[in-house]
């Protein structure tokens, strides 16, 4: 590989300064080269030999655009899944937001889903999801509700993932990874229809009564519907109880200050 | 007050039987109360300072569960003595509910409120104890539905929607909220603050309390132990 000789930190030809390829040996396809493994891809395979663009340029291998089709040549399958998707969607109709390969895995720095510095790792995939759909300003765009991140971080599977479960559900667990479609498409693993099977997955004999109700759910909001009211129900009970018992407490001190002064 | 004796006259009010399982009861709550409260308030540093504590999220649900068998077990036992051994079925008669309990509790508030001159007279457990008694015992029964659904998640959902059991969750950690606030004012209030026990009323550990106290707080208990000859 020769295009270290130039684009490295430091280098007096003049050539873009890049510490990329430093992470690149790190990534599970450097590391498969380095292993020997004369499949998995050099710079040129990605960035192309005699047509390096830059990424920005939506005509280069790698753009936004095209890296998908890039990637694809060796992970034909995935690419497949993946083109029909509401992502592989978007991007072909040419949706800046939405993302391609690399806007969940990263670029040099890809490594394998099992391996804890992956940002596609279990217990990161949340937060990574989250950078575009908790953000109201990429969302709002697309009419997507942003409260599903924080409502998923509420719920049971949420609250053991972030103190580290790797076994519980996180979003690609329901949603799918490359293949994830929106719930109304009969063919998405959200989709009412389909949802005893998705469950299925971790709770054996799953049936369509997982799919009654709401899944992200606040309760702490209005949206969540009855769930909402008797959660507001229980907070007024609780201050209630509190306060009568508060109330009983004085009245009751002050019944026995009363009966210690007569002397009784 | 009565002066001091050095030796006061005392008698058993909590026989080793039940101080065993008032202990146990105390110890298991607690247990629940912690790593149940740990997952409820997941997202404030004492939560998550807890769920750390009790060795993650995983281990925090298997510790609650084991508590949560043992105080089945504790239940089904005290429902058996209660029933069927000679002091239980005693104790049962005493602690049982009647119409005098609620007509005690509106006397207590109107002598406390200045409107009637004398404070009612309690037997061996007035409604102060009842209350306790019952409302542990029924909201402990009410979690322990509760709890069994959210365990059993899946076999639950055989038969139920997803809906009843996100409002299950919510019913359970306010239920345990719930108890935990009777628990700080009520039990608090009655066994340690009370002028006529603070700091503690010690029969939990001793068995005993002292006889001049009965008098003066449980009086139609004394008058029946004159009358049974034991004082």
Redo the contacts between chains.
């Keep these: 590989m020769t295009c270290t000789h130039c684009h490295y930190k430091g280098n007096a030809e003049g050539a873009p300064q890049s510490d990329s390829y430093l992470a690149y040996f790190d990534s599970v396809h450097g590391k498969a080269i380095a292993q020997g493994n004369v499949k998995a891809p050099l710079c040129q395979d990605c960035h192309g030999s005699h047509s390096i663009l830059k990424a920005k340029n939506e005509r280069a291998a790698v753009s936004q655009h095209n890296v998908a089709e890039t990637c694809g040549r060796c992970h034909i399958q995935i690419y497949a899944q993946y083109k029909t998707s509401i992502h592989g969607v978007a991007v072909a109709k040419g949706i800046k937001e939405a993302p391609s390969c690399t806007g969940c895995h990263g670029e040099h720095t890809i490594y394998g889903p099992k391996d804890p510095k992956s940002t596609v790792y279990a217990t990161h995939v949340a937060d990574q999801c989250s950078k575009c759909h908790g953000s109201i300003s990429i969302m709002s765009k697309f009419g997507i509700e942003t409260e599903q991140v924080a409502t998923y971080k ?1 719920s ?1 599977h949420g ?2 993932n ?4 790797r076994t519980v559900a996180n979003c690609s667990s329901c949603h799918g990874t490359h293949e994830i479609r929106p719930p109304q498409d009969p063919l998405s693993s959200v989709n009412p229809k389909n949802v005893p099977k998705t469950c299925g997955k971790c ?5 369509p ?7 992200h ?1 606040d ?1 702490k909001k209005k949206e ?1 519907g ?2 909402y009211y ?2 507001s129900f ?2 007024y ?2 201050i209630g ?2 306060l009568a ?2 109330a ?2 004085f ?6 200050s ?3 002064r007569a002397g009784k | ?1 009565s002066a001091k004796s050095p030796d006061p006259v005392c008698i058993v009010r909590m026989s080793l039987m039940f101080r065993i399982q008032h202990i146990l009861l105390m110890v298991t709550l607690l247990v629940l109360a912690v790593t149940g409260f740990a ?1 409820m308030y ?2 404030n540093w004492l939560g998550r300072t807890l ?1 750390q504590l009790e060795g ?3 281990f925090r649900g298997f510790v609650h569960r084991a508590a949560a068998i043992f105080l089945l077990a504790q239940m089904v036992f005290h429902a058996y003595y209660m029933l069927f051994s000679g002091e239980g079925k005693r104790e049962l008669r005493e602690v049982m509910l009647r119409r005098q309990d609620f007509d005690d509790f509106l006397q ?2 109107r ?4 409107t009637v001159t004398d ?1 009612p007279r309690f037997g061996k457990y007035g409604y102060k104890e009842k209350f306790q008694y019952w409302g542990a015992t029924g909201g402990i029964f009410l979690i322990s539905i509760s709890g069994v659904f959210l365990w059993a ?2 076999f639950s ?8 059991l ?2 299950t ?3 359970h950690g ?1 239920q345990g ?2 108890a935990f ?2 628990l700080l ?2 039990h608090m ?1 009655n066994e340690h ?3 006529s026990v603070f700091p503690m009323n010690k029969s939990w550990l001793t068995g005993k309390v002292e006889a001049e106290w009965i008098r003066q707080e449980h009086p139609l208990e004394y008058e029946k132990l004159k009358q049974e000859g034991v004082l």
């Design positions: 509420e049971f609250v053991a972030q103190f580290g479960s709770h054996p004999g799953a049936n009564n997982f799919a009654v109700g709401k899944m759910i309760a969540a009855i769930v008797v959660a229980f907070k009970l609780t109880t509190m018992l508060i009983h407490i009245l009751d001190m002050y019944g026995r009363k009966r210690l | 007050m997952l997941h997202e769920i993650g999220v995983l207590a508030i002598y406390n409120l200045g404070y998640e899946t959902m055989r038969f139920l929607p997803k809906l009843f996100d409002l969750l919510i019913v306010y909220l719930l606030v009777i004012f009520w209030y603050l009370h002028p």
